[in-house]
């Protein structure tokens, strides 16, 4: 299906195929209303296409992904009777003789008057449409508009006995449909659909539709559509009716099994709805149940209370409450919510930021008019003397889970529904550090995610941590300062925050080499003296609060901050008392073999998180917030600006002096701000590029680097560009965002284990040409960056990749004539690493491995260099998935990307080189077939034609401004002795 804005009836259309598929994919063109969130709760997989007004190209992209046998389509405003939905299930099941691979099947248009008639006359019926076919190699969609999916090799099938429902002329007035019918007249002037759109309803012949054809519920939403004008429903939409999530699937299985457990006697269900979906589950389960539990339902939306009411009055056991769970000031600020967006991939990412903010809104305008009751939870818990629930559905609002958490902790049996969203992400990683709660079952890919959680202790469990420490450590040379500037700012901090403060201003028992270790001996120390789930943290003497707005908190077990460098930072802790943080604070202790240089302990506990597996450091590690630790602010101290790798692009919270900086009076004159406005501006938010980032992987620094580097800026001078490099490439800071190649090696050097060498190259050259895909993806991943143009370093650039990037957005990688990566646009992450797979799976599979052994034997029996390397990997994954690959050679809009400078691919050729000559800025070169000249996106100077790179470089004045290094280092050296002396250790590390 493609969509775009419609929320209208998508939902009908998903409800009449009654979950009959078996992978649901929907292809979005940019909807700014709810339609994918509607998607996502009927199980869909969305995917991301900008319309571009073309339908069969926005089709082609869902014929791509497509891997069951059999595909149906449908559309957003279609939906299918019982008739047809059976049928279905009969295919799905295997049980149809079939001889043919695709189907014709009825259109019938509802009257613009009324839903329960069609129009019955020509050209309305039959208007035929090919909707279910076979997923076959060599199909795909032709027309821009009245597209039809082309390539079978066998006779049509028609299904005259079934039929798909077109509700077009039912939901948009006349007005809308002539601006359709101008719209397509002008890209299809013979066929522009007026005779479809426009009808002359005097002479249309209409017939009756026999209702009792369609499921209830897509009955009853063709009512709501009708009616939905006159309905006296509440103010916002978002309150109205909606359609159950939880239905008939592993989670209400779930829900229902816990309601009949015997020792079940009070549940509380938070968002009830109307009743039909989780709530029903419960009540299930309950009647069941010897002990006759009792279910607390919370509905704040008055429309849904009353339905709830209705379908559930006859039921003793259920108590239904029309009130808000918790009271408006447990709801997130704007600004608390912008920084979990920006910071946290989920499905509301989806959505753009101004929409969810809007829901943000609206839920608290709506409480606000609706004068319903806060503090709902505890409203329960007085009334009916409970302390714990034995059970808890947290289904509520999706952004008062946080605080919903806090008033139940302590239940028997938590449930979350929608960990992948705000709602509960953050209690799912809460829950799932605490001891006391064992995870019992989850799915993050059922709708939005689900998890259920039982409690294993029998202790009662605090609502909220009893203890929070905040300590700092304030002792030699930096004492008389940290008294004077820091010390009061953070008891004013702690004091606000409910924290206990305590300062440490010698070193007790240390001896002399441990003395630059003193706060992790302190943290160990608070670890054994405070209880599982309280809270420690820990800021250095030399940050100054600028801001108090933001609770130092962690959701896992340990949060810990990056410096403008990207490096993980020992000024900044917040922990959270279990065994895991325990163990790793032992752990980066016994790092300590008697270093007492500067910054020991930090590279202690950096190495410490490197060696956690990616699964520990996704369930317990936290990375917070840039502003939370702000070490560089450009133009403060013009010699450290080369070090700002990770620069912080909101208001400054904490300033950390780190590196031996010195203190800004500015950041201490000025008294603590904790009250910031619920409704911050988004001015200081993350400027989204207009194009996607450019990467290169180097090793090494070789001469023609800086060449292409400064090419790649000088097209593109908007666009983020990353060299992933090493430290003698580092100083290329003026031509790109400098990052750490070593941070992104684990997989890589795993790789290495398994790789079998069959090349004439050199070994080290080979291997890595493998491992970079691994660095891309884990780059790719952790940055959560999706889309990217990747290049080698001996590419020359000269398109601008924000006017390019349109041109193969249909496929998920591309590669050069069918072979070559030098130049791949990534639109689709999960391919990557979808290869990155393949290519383990190459060396540890006999067939596959035989597969680059007669490579290798073919280029030795000819007597060539070469033999298998990452371009057979690519060749071979081409081959099995050629849908997934486009390829990046063809000319479109008189222009291409070069393959090889060395070859002549059809064009003019000088001195063993294309003769290439510049047109505005512009490499050219004459076409010898057609003899015009085609403009160059890219040239690839492979091999020994490295050494032109230098002559075709148009960004020559950018390179001035790497000679500054040594001056930089220099000065560093004179005015930062323990700056240049923890670099030293970095640098030794690498």
């Given amino acids: 299906m493609i969509v775009q804005n419609s929320e209208k009836t998508l939902a009908i259309a998903l409800e009449s195929l009654n979950r009959v598929y078996d992978e649901l994919i929907i292809v979005d063109g940019g909807s700014i209303d709810s339609t994918c969130e509607i998607a996502l709760h009927y199980g869909a997989r969305v995917i991301k296409s900008e319309w571009s007004g073309n339908h069969g190209q926005q089709r082609n992209v869902y014929l791509r992904e497509i891997k069951t046998d059999w595909a149906f389509v449908i559309d957003s405003d279609e939906f299918i009777d019982i008739r047809t939905l059976e049928y279905l299930q009969s295919l799905k099941s295997g049980k149809l003789f079939i001889n043919t691979d695709n189907f014709w099947i009825p259109r019938k248009w509802i009257s613009p008057k009324s839903q329960k008639h069609y129009i019955g006359s020509s050209p309305h019926y039959p208007d035929f449409q090919r909707r279910l076919f076979q997923n076959k190699e060599g199909i795909f969609y032709q027309g821009k508009i009245h597209e039809i999916v082309q390539g079978f090799t066998q006779p049509d099938g028609c299904l005259s006995e079934l ?3 077109h509700l077009d002329l039912f939901i948009n007035s006349e007005e809308k449909r002539r601006e359709k019918v101008r719209r397509y007249s002008q890209d299809d002037p013979r066929n522009g659909g007026r005779h479809f759109y426009l009808p002359n309803l005097e002479i249309v012949q209409l017939e009756e539709l026999d209702l009792h054809n369609f499921l209830p519920l897509v009955r009853a939403k063709l009512d709501d559509i009708q009616q939905q004008e006159r309905r006296g429903q509440d103010k916002f939409s978002n309150f109205g009716l909606i359609l159950p999530e939880i239905k008939d699937d592993e989670f209400y299985t779930a829900i229902e099994k816990i309601a009949k457990e015997e020792n079940i006697k009070t549940i509380l269900e938070i968002g009830s709805s109307s009743g039909e979906g989780s709530t029903e589950a419960f009540v299930n389960g309950m009647r069941e149940n010897a002990n006759k539990p009792t279910l607390f339902c919370m509905e704040v939306s008055k429309t849904r209370f009353a339905e709830l009411q209705n379908r559930y009055g006859g039921d003793g056991f259920v108590k239904c409450y029309n009130v808000s769970s918790v009271a408006l000031r447990a709801f997130p600020s704007q600004d608390e919510f912008i920084r979990f967006y920006k910071h946290n991939y989920t499905n509301l990412n989806f959505f753009p930021l101004n929409k969810v903010l809007n829901w943000l ?28 629930f034995d059970a808890v559905l947290i289904d509520g609002s999706e952004f008062t889970g946080k605080a919903e958490l806090d008033e139940v902790y302590g239940a028997n049996y938590i449930l979350l529904d929608d960990i992948e969203t705000f709602k509960n992400y953050q209690n799912f990683y809460r829950l799932a550090n605490d001891e006391r709660y064992s995870l019992i079952a989850h799915n993050r890919y059922l709708r939005n995610g689900y998890a259920i959680f039982k409690k294993v202790s029998s202790q009662l469990v605090n609502q909220q941590p009893s203890r929070k420490v905040l300590f700092s450590v304030g002792v030699g040379e930096l004492a008389a300062e940290f008294q004077q500037f820091t010390s009061p700012r953070f008891q004013e901090y702690a004091n606000y925050y409910g924290f206990e403060y305590r300062e440490i201003t010698e070193y007790g028992s240390l001896n002399e080499k441990k003395q630059e270790w003193i706060k992790i001996d302190y943290v160990i120390k608070l670890l054994s003296e405070l209880q599982t789930g309280e809270l420690i943290a820990f800021l250095d003497a030399n940050i100054a609060i600028v801001r108090g707005d933001i609770e130092l908190n962690t959701y896992k077990s340990i949060g810990l901050a990056k410096d403008s460098s990207g490096a993980l930072d020992s000024g900044i802790w917040v922990v959270r008392v279990n065994e895991f943080s325990k163990r790793f604070f032992e752990e980066v202790w016994n790092q300590n073999e008697g270093d007492s240089s500067p910054f020991s302990e930090q590279m202690a506990l950096q190495k410490v998180v490197l060696e956690l597996s990616p699964q520990e450091q996704e369930n317990h590690i936290e990375i917070l917030q840039n502003c939370l630790n702000v070490t560089l602010v450009k133009g403060e101290f013009p010699v450290y600006d080369i070090y700002r790798k990770n620069p912080c692009l909101e208001l400054i919270r904490f300033r950390h002096f780190a590196g031996g900086q010195p203190w800004i009076g500015k950041y201490f004159s000025q008294p603590v701000i904790f009250n910031a406005s619920k409704s911050a501006p988004i001015s200081y938010q993350r400027s989204i590029q207009n194009s996607i980032p450019i990467v290169f992987i180097h090793q090494g620094d070789s001469d023609y680097l800086k060449y292409t580097l400064s090419q790649v800026k000088h097209s593109n001078p908007d666009s983020t560009v990353f060299l992933i490099g090493d430290a003698a490439n580092a100083h290329y800071y003026n031509l790109a965002e400098f990052v750490d190649i070593f941070k992104y090696c684990n997989e890589a050097v795993e790789f290495a284990k398994i790789y079998q060498h069959y090349n004439t190259n050199s070994l080290g050259y080979e291997l890595f040409c493998f491992q970079r895909w691994f660095i891309l993806k ?33 496929w998920d990688l591309t590669l050069s004539y069918e072979t070559s990566p030098h130049c791949v646009f990534v639109n689709k992450l999960k391919t990557l690493e979808d290869f990155c797979n393949f290519i383990c799976e190459i060396y540890t599979n006999p067939s596959l491995i035989k597969l680059m052994e007669s490579k290798f034997e073919e280029r030795i029996q000819q007597n060539l260099p070469g033999g298998a390397c990452d371009m057979t990997a690519f060749i071979e994954y081409r081959r099995m998935h050629p849908s997934k690959i486009g390829e990046l050679s063809t000319i479109i809009d008189n222009s291409k990307y070069d393959h090889n400078i060395n070859l002549s691919e059809g064009f003019e050729m000088q001195d063993g080189i294309k003769n290439i000559y510049f047109v505005n800025g512009q490499p050219c070169c004459k076409d010898l077939k057609f003899g015009n000249p085609i403009k160059f996106n890219c040239l690839h100077f492979q091999g020994n034609a490295k050494k032109y790179i230098k002559k075709y470089c148009l960004g020559g004045n950018l390179l001035a401004k790497i000679e500054i290094l040594p001056v930089h280092f220099f000065t560093i050296v004179l005015n930062g002795e323990p700056f240049i002396r923890y670099h030293i250790e970095i640098f030794k590390q690498l």
Avoid: R
Wanted: glycine share 2%.
């Fill in 361 to 388: 809104e609206q839920d608290i305008a709506y409480i606000n008019e609706a004068k319903v009751e806060q503090n709902g939870i505890k409203l329960i818990k007085n009334e009916n003397n409970i302390d714990f």
């Fill in 163 to 165: 039929s798909i429902y």
């Fill in 778 to 810: 884990n780059f790719l991943l952790e940055n959560k960056i999706d889309k990217c143009l990747y290049i080698d370093s001996d590419v020359m650039l000269y398109a601008n990749v924000a006017e390019e990037e349109n041109k193969f957005k249909n």
